[in-house]
């Protein structure tokens, strides 16, 4: 049976932002690599085509932190240069923004791989059968991994928040 | 049933049901045991909390691009991936055949011996004459291998004659020899066709078209019908192409026109496009479906110049500088040469920054518009091919 990619672009485009949003921490460019990991799935005729998709915006992520690294300064330059035209939001609005995400960023670092991963799927909408097959656990094991993920995000995140609210 | 485990709670919070938590038996043992229940609510709220941080971090509105801008970029990724791969193909093609010529090649010198042609012929100057060759220059070609056949029989078939005559023809072939025995042509003279079988799977009717002006001779026809019918092939080529995307590229002794334009690099000024447009006293010309990361206005040489940075799938960026071209300097246009002859002129003629950069400049109207990325060349003219307003 032939994927319906118009309609799975419909209903998953936005989950899949989200979901590269927390591994490239940069809304332009997660929106970029949605787009190219929907490019490039339209050669394909997967069985589960969220699951799949989810793997390969992971991968893309991946590649995207290596090129990162390599990409070269005149290009940081150029983005800089474009990110100053555009309207400056409210200073203070925009600093606590940047610090809610710097907070959440770290709390999920501190999270193994594995439960970072099953929890950023869980949050970009895939159910257990999906995650299990992105992940390659066991189905039963993803409420336990999920628990688990949960409690390491709201105990990173409340020592990371107390300690903000100490330096002020 | 015994208590439920957390993996258990969390999966009917997040209402998986079937392999993952039987719901019903849950709901019993919750009715009946106080314990869990708590923990229910615990964990609740602990699956809350953490949705609303991760909520809490969001990428913020998300626009979807249309659908059908997705299908037109992936219909061009397949053409340019398909180009590669029988790019790629090709070139282990004729590194094999290579192989295969040089091998043969050796183990024959073993056997046939490595004595020039001038110096056998002069050793036995009998066998000259009835063969009418008289001692050659090496390399010489004698007339009677000009002169048409006339179906007698050769008059020194014998196997000395025969080897020596053989080995007294020119060892290398001219494109037009090429063509007539058979069937190999060189990598250059593929390049249309590849093109061609990779525009084919996407545009069947375009591609029959290119291939049609593009084919190369019937390998029967003789070798100066074939080499005239190469040429014809390559300006209906270069003519179609040109008629196709209104390209031309710069050649001869443009290398210094990118080159000023690129060192003017720390002149740009951050503008809009709309000041951009002002700046150049016309439309600044970009590659539809890239996003544009910044323009730029500068001068180079005292001409108004914009610099439009795009930004490739793979993330890195595309420079495109434009300028307002006068009569002479379009005039110094060379004529259509294919992405293949670009490539290489690019390579040969223009210093880059690193191995991978290609540059090209092409003319569109009254503008000239140089392109600058880290990818190969012929891809850097097919997107300069698709610039439009």
């Given at each position: 049976?032939s994927?319906d990619?118009?309609?799975?672009?419909r209903?998953?485009?936005?989950?899949?932002?989200r979901?590269?949003?927390r591994?490239?921490?940069?809304?332009?460019?997660?929106?970029?690599?949605a787009?190219?990991?929907?490019v490039?799935?339209?050669?394909?005729?997967?069985?589960?085509?969220?699951?799949?998709?989810f793997?390969v915006?992971g991968?893309?992520a991946?590649?995207?932190?290596?090129?990162?690294i390599?990409?070269?300064?005149h290009?940081t330059?150029?983005k800089s240069e474009?990110?100053?035209?555009?309207p400056?939001?409210?200073?203070?609005?925009?600093?606590?923004?940047?610090?809610?995400?710097?907070?959440?960023r770290?709390?999920?670092?501190?999270?193994?791989?594995?439960d970072?991963?099953?929890?950023?799927?869980?949050?970009?909408?895939l159910?257990?059968?999906?995650?299990?097959?992105?992940?390659?656990l066991?189905?039963?094991?993803?409420?336990?991994?999920?628990a688990r993920?949960r409690?390491?995000?709201v105990?990173a995140?409340?020592?990371l928040?107390?300690?903000?609210?100490?330096?002020? | 049933m015994s208590?439920i485990?957390?993996?258990?709670?969390h999966?009917?919070?997040d209402?998986?049901?079937?392999?993952?938590?039987?719901r019903e038996?849950?709901?019993?043992?919750?009715?009946t045991c106080?314990g869990?229940?708590?923990?229910?609510?615990?964990?609740?709220?602990l699956?809350?909390?953490?949705?609303?941080?991760l909520?809490g971090?969001?990428?913020g509105a998300?626009s979807?691009?249309?659908?059908?801008?997705?299908?037109?970029?992936?219909r061009a990724?397949?053409?340019?991936?398909?180009?590669l791969r029988?790019?790629?193909l090709?070139?282990?093609?004729?590194?094999?055949?290579?192989?295969l010529?040089?091998?043969?090649?050796?183990?024959?010198r073993g056997t046939?011996?490595?004595?020039?042609?001038?110096q056998?012929?002069?050793a036995?100057p009998g066998?000259?004459?009835?063969?009418g060759?008289g001692?050659?220059?090496?390399?010489e070609?004698?007339?009677?291998r000009?002169?048409?056949?006339t179906?007698?029989a050769?008059p020194?078939?014998?196997?000395?004659?025969?080897?020596?005559?053989?080995r007294s023809?020119?060892?290398?072939?001219?494109?037009?020899?090429?063509q007539?025995?058979?069937?190999?042509?060189t990598?250059?003279?593929n390049?249309p066709q590849?093109?061609?079988?990779?525009?084919?799977?996407?545009?069947p009717?375009?591609?029959?078209?290119?291939?049609?002006v593009?084919?190369?001779a019937?390998?029967?026809?003789a070798?100066?019908?074939?080499a005239e019918?190469?040429?014809?092939?390559?300006?209906?080529?270069?003519?179609?192409?040109a008629d196709?995307?209104?390209l031309?590229?710069?050649?001869?002794?443009?290398?210094?026109?990118?080159?000023?334009?690129?060192?003017?690099?720390?002149t740009?000024r951050?503008?809009?496009?709309?000041?951009?447009?002002q700046?150049i006293?016309?439309?600044v010309?970009?590659?539809?479906?890239?996003?544009?990361?910044?323009?730029?206005v500068g001068?180079?040489?005292?001409?108004?110049?914009?610099?439009?940075?795009?930004?490739?799938?793979?993330?890195e960026?595309?420079?495109?500088?434009?300028r307002r071209a006068?009569?002479?300097q379009?005039g110094?246009?060379?004529?259509?040469v294919?992405a293949m002859?670009?490539?290489?002129y690019?390579?040969?003629?223009v210093?880059?920054?690193?191995p991978?950069?290609?540059?090209?400049?092409v003319a569109?109207?009254?503008?000239?518009?140089?392109?600058?990325?880290?990818?190969p060349?012929?891809s850097?003219v097919?997107l300069?091919?698709?610039?439009?307003?």
């Amino acid at each position: 049976m032939s994927v319906d990619w118009a309609e799975v672009y419909r209903t998953t485009f936005e989950d899949l932002v989200r979901f590269l949003h927390r591994k490239v921490w940069d809304a332009d460019r997660a929106q970029d690599l949605a787009q190219e990991t929907f490019v490039r799935a339209l050669d394909h005729e997967p069985d589960n085509p969220r699951a799949w998709l989810f793997t390969v915006a992971g991968n893309l992520a991946r590649d995207e932190a290596r090129a990162a690294i390599r990409r070269r300064e005149h290009l940081t330059l150029i983005k800089s240069e474009a990110a100053t035209r555009e309207p400056a939001p409210d200073p203070a609005e925009e600093l606590e923004h940047k610090q809610r995400m710097q907070r959440v960023r770290r709390a999920l670092d501190r999270l193994s791989e594995k439960d970072r991963d099953v929890l950023l799927l869980w949050d970009a909408g895939l159910d257990y059968a999906e995650i299990a097959a992105e992940t390659g656990l066991a189905q039963g094991a993803i409420g336990t991994t999920l628990a688990r993920a949960r409690r390491r995000l709201v105990e990173a995140h409340g020592e990371l928040e107390d300690r903000d609210v100490a330096h002020r | 049933m015994s208590h439920i485990d957390e993996g258990q709670l969390h999966a009917y919070l997040d209402d998986e049901s079937g392999a993952v938590t039987d719901r019903e038996a849950v709901e019993r043992h919750l009715e009946t045991c106080a314990g869990c229940r708590e923990r229910l609510q615990t964990e609740r709220k602990l699956r809350e909390r953490a949705a609303a941080i991760l909520s809490g971090s969001g990428p913020g509105a998300v626009s979807a691009p249309p659908f059908d801008d997705i299908v037109a970029r992936s219909r061009a990724a397949r053409v340019r991936s398909r180009y590669l791969r029988l790019n790629r193909l090709t070139a282990l093609g004729w590194a094999a055949v290579i192989f295969l010529a040089v091998g043969v090649g050796w183990i024959a010198r073993g056997t046939v011996g490595v004595d020039s042609p001038t110096q056998e012929i002069a050793a036995v100057p009998g066998d000259s004459a009835p063969l009418g060759f008289g001692v050659l220059a090496q390399g010489e070609v004698p007339e009677e291998r000009a002169a048409p056949a006339t179906g007698e029989a050769e008059p020194a078939a014998s196997g000395r004659g025969a080897a020596r005559r053989e080995r007294s023809q020119p060892t290398v072939m001219t494109k037009s020899e090429t063509q007539a025995e058979g069937h190999a042509a060189t990598p250059e003279q593929n390049e249309p066709q590849l093109l061609a079988e990779a525009e084919r799977e996407e545009r069947p009717e375009e591609a029959d078209r290119l291939a049609a002006v593009a084919a190369p001779a019937a390998p029967a026809a003789a070798p100066e019908r074939q080499a005239e019918a190469f040429a014809d092939a390559d300006e209906a080529r270069n003519r179609a192409v040109a008629d196709d995307a209104r390209l031309s590229v710069v050649g001869g002794v443009r290398a210094d026109a990118p080159q000023d334009v690129l060192e003017a690099l720390d002149t740009w000024r951050v503008a809009g496009s709309d000041s951009a447009e002002q700046h150049i006293g016309g439309p600044v010309l970009t590659v539809p479906e890239l996003p544009v990361l910044a323009y730029q206005v500068g001068e180079v040489g005292g001409t108004p110049t914009v610099r439009v940075v795009q930004q490739l799938p793979s993330g890195e960026p595309l420079e495109l500088i434009q300028r307002r071209a006068d009569a002479e300097q379009i005039g110094a246009v060379s004529g259509v040469v294919s992405a293949m002859e670009q490539a290489r002129y690019k390579r040969d003629s223009v210093d880059v920054e690193g191995p991978a950069e290609a540059v090209a400049t092409v003319a569109r109207g009254a503008y000239l518009i140089t392109g600058r990325a880290a990818i190969p060349a012929d891809s850097l003219v097919a997107l300069l091919k698709s610039i439009s307003q």
